[in-house]
T-cell receptor, first 116, second 110 residues
Framework: SAVISQKPSRDICQRGTSLTIQCQVD?????MFWYRQQPGQSLTLIAT?????????ESGFVIDKFPISRPNLTFSTLTVSNMSPEDSSIYLC?????????????FGPGTRLTVL | SQQGEEDPQALSIQEGENATMNCSYK?????LQWYRQNSGRGLVHLIL?????REKHSGRLRVTLDTSKKSSSLLITASRAADTASYFC??????????FGQGTELSVKP
């Protein structure tokens, strides 16, 4: 299985600011995804991070609010822009792969964000 | 919108007992995956079952899938206090995009 790390592990931010979360995988993977888990709730897919092209967003999520980069097959970032308290959540990246492996999906440890 | 419904929402058992969690979904799937989450931390992958499979085992875990009923179950046998966690099912019906159920909160008392 792939080893996934996220930075930061947690942060407390002020309303109106932005935070960029990094996701690093120890091997090349085909698919990378970003999920949000609001307090006490299940996970919701934000977007698919596409290597070398714009991310594909799910209904209810837009690029201006959650810009995503994926410059290569092992790294992606998610930015939470112009934050409000409603953005307080755990943000998790996940990967499917490594390449030519199964379609099992593995998750990073998550970034716990609190917006004041 | 969530595809999966899980029941029960919460389950409390004694150590040594078996725990069964159920998951139902709405559309056809490629596979269904079960995860464990301890206290809001990252998700640990437990098992993947494909749409053409009916049952899989991994250690103390047994997963079944009934595509005609669009349902799956996770059985944990001989539970331990360390199994206390939230358990989620997630369905993959579109190129890796997982849709999660609401989860079952399992408490195993020593």
């Amino acid at each position: 299985s792939a080893v996934i790390s996220q930075k930061p592990s947690r942060d407390i931010c002020q309303r109106g600011t932005s935070l960029t979360i990094q996701c690093q995988v120890d091997s090349q993977v085909t698919m990378m995804f970003w999920y949000r888990q609001q307090p006490g709730q299940s996970l919701t897919l934000i977007a698919t991070a596409n290597q070398g092209s714009e991310a594909t967003y799910e209904s209810g999520f837009v690029i201006d609010k959650f810009p995503i980069s994926r410059p290569n097959l092992t790294f992606s970032t998610l930015t939470v822009s112009n934050m409000s308290p409603e953005d307080s959540s755990i943000y998790l990246c996940s990967v499917e792969g490594p390449i030519r492996s199964t379609d099992t999906q593995y998750f990073g440890p998550g970034t716990r964000l609190t917006v004041l | 919108s969530q595809q999966g419904e899980e029941d029960p929402q919460a389950l409390s058992i004694q150590e040594g007992e078996n725990a069964t969690m159920n998951c139902s979904y709405k559309t056809s799937i490629n596979n269904l995956q079960w995860y464990r989450q301890n206290s809001g931390r990252g998700l640990v992958h437990l098992i993947l079952i494909r749409s053409n499979e009916r049952e899989k085992h991994s250690g103390r875990l047994r997963v079944t899938l009934d595509t005609s009923k669009k349902s799956s179950s996770l059985l944990i046998t001989a539970s331990r206090a360390a199994d206390t966690a939230s358990y989620f099912c997630a369905t993959d019906s579109q190129g890796g995009k997982l849709i999660f159920g609401q989860g079952t909160e399992l408490s195993v008392k020593p």
